[in-house]
């Protein structure tokens, strides 16, 4: 994160233009005289906690209305379980892309896709990819492995502790399971990893979570777990953390790509040369160049695999949807794979080992985001992992549109039109 001294020198010049530096230290000096009233906490709300809110803020009366309008106050009692200190509702757009047809393990069928998003030309790409592949008799989609995890970590004195302390773990496996478990009625702890760095001990306990994300199941599941271990471990910890970071939770990391958190999904398709060439007015051999170069792109600039942009189709999917989108994080990682085929068709795939969605709890209970789901046909329980494969199968849309566009040449006569981007 260093930064070359000449920037560092001209950045300096230009703020010594308006202000001296002391000037300036005394503006960034701290100082907490005159604090405004402080935000009150409030989980369980009403018309008149909502207001006493807005009495904080010197806002218009227009300004409220487009947050807390008539239907988010007829909604009031949605929002308990999902947000503090409530204020409103923020409205995005949502569109439709599709249809796009997937020949999956779970997910079967033709589906509209709804995406909500601020980026003009996002759904109009991904609607573009989907009709393409479904022109082609539908993807191929696969849940490969599934697993959300909780990586707690725990200090003592010495080594021989640790050593004493993983003799006991080895033997703890179902102890552990029957405590995690007895606070879910949908999880089950899988496995159990350990890692040692010095006097440090990681446990990395990875379970299954149903048709839920699961990160709140699995943290309690996993204090659980501790306080097991604080009560009958032979020997204890100076101190310890339900997750002690190495989870991979809501950031990308090398762990997660090479195993899975959330659910591991790949999607592919074989595309005739002629219908690339109509749909996309590329050849499979320019998408395939344009792939190869990207790929190494990607590794020059030392990314965590290979692909174009996931985070764009997820984000919008994540937030009609009711996902955690924080999520995208860890989501937005994979490989995309594009090679020609012996007749000179195009061969592309999609690889995602970490996507982190579900179809019941969290925001998928809220009455736009149940709308979105049961526009997928894909609300409720029995249907996070065909939620997943359509998740892969709109991101292999998004990279067959988007290599398209560039490889053809129209990606910025396509953001000029449909984004009017100033000249």
Not at 39 to 44: A, I, K
Not at 73 to 86: C, K, P, Q
Not at 131 to 152: D, F, K, W, Y
Not at 403 to 410: K, Y
Request: include cysteine; charge should be neutral.
């Amino acid at each position: 994160m260093s930064t070359h001294s000449h920037q560092a020198r001209n950045y300096l010049a230009s703020l010594l233009e308006t202000k001296s530096l002391d000037e300036f230290s005394q503006q960034l000096a701290c100082n907490s005289e005159n604090l405004p009233p402080k935000v009150r906490t409030s989980r369980r709300f009403t018309i008149s906690s909502v207001e006493q809110q807005w009495q904080l803020l010197q806002v218009s009366p227009e300004t409220q209305a487009n947050l807390l309008d008539e239907q988010t106050r007829s909604h009031l009692a949605s929002y308990h379980h999902h947000i503090e200190n409530f204020i409103g509702t923020v409205k995005l757009p949502v569109g439709l892309a599709g249809p796009l047809r997937v020949n999956g393990l779970f997910a079967q069928g033709d589906y509209y896709i709804p995406l909500a998003t601020t980026e003009a030309a996002l759904v109009a790409s991904y609607s573009r990819g989907a009709q393409l592949i479904s022109e082609a008799g539908g993807c191929s989609a696969m849940v490969l492995n599934e697993g959300v995890n909780r990586t707690p970590g725990f200090a003592f004195a010495n080594l021989p502790e640790v050593g004493i302390f993983l003799a006991w773990v080895v033997n703890q496996q179902d102890e552990f399971k029957r405590c995690a478990e007895a606070t879910t009625r949908y999880g089950q702890l899988k496995e159990m990893r350990m890692a040692v760095e010095g006097n440090h001990v990681y446990l990395d306990f990875q379970f299954t979570t149903g048709d839920a994300a699961g990160q709140n199941m699995v943290t309690i599941a996993t204090e659980a777990i501790c306080n097991y271990i604080r009560d009958f471990a032979p020997v204890k910890p100076q101190y310890a953390f339900v997750e002690a970071n190495l989870s991979g939770d809501k950031k990308a990391s090398v762990q997660s790509f090479i195993s899975v958190r959330g659910k591991k999904v790949t999607a592919e398709i074989t595309l005739p040369s002629e219908l690339v060439r109509k749909r996309l007015h590329a050849t499979p051999e320019q998408m395939v160049n344009y792939w190869r170069m990207s790929a190494l792109g990607g590794v020059l600039s030392g990314t965590i695999g290979i692909q174009g942009h996931y985070a764009n189709g997820l984000a919008a999917l994540y937030l009609a949807c009711g996902q955690d989108v924080a999520c995208i994080a860890e989501s937005a990682v994979g490989v995309t794979r594009f090679e020609l085929t012996e007749t000179g068709g195009l061969y592309a795939a999609v690889t995602l080992p970490n996507l982190m969605v579900g179809t019941v709890g969290g925001g998928t209970g809220l009455p736009s985001q149940q709308a979105c789901l049961e526009i997928l046909g894909l609300a409720g329980t029995g249907k996070a992992r065909a939620f997943a494969e359509v998740c892969a199968s709109l991101v292999l849309a998004g990279e067959l549109s988007i290599i398209g566009a560039l490889a053809s040449g129209e990606f910025t006569r396509a953001h000029q039109r449909l984004a009017r981007c100033a000249k």
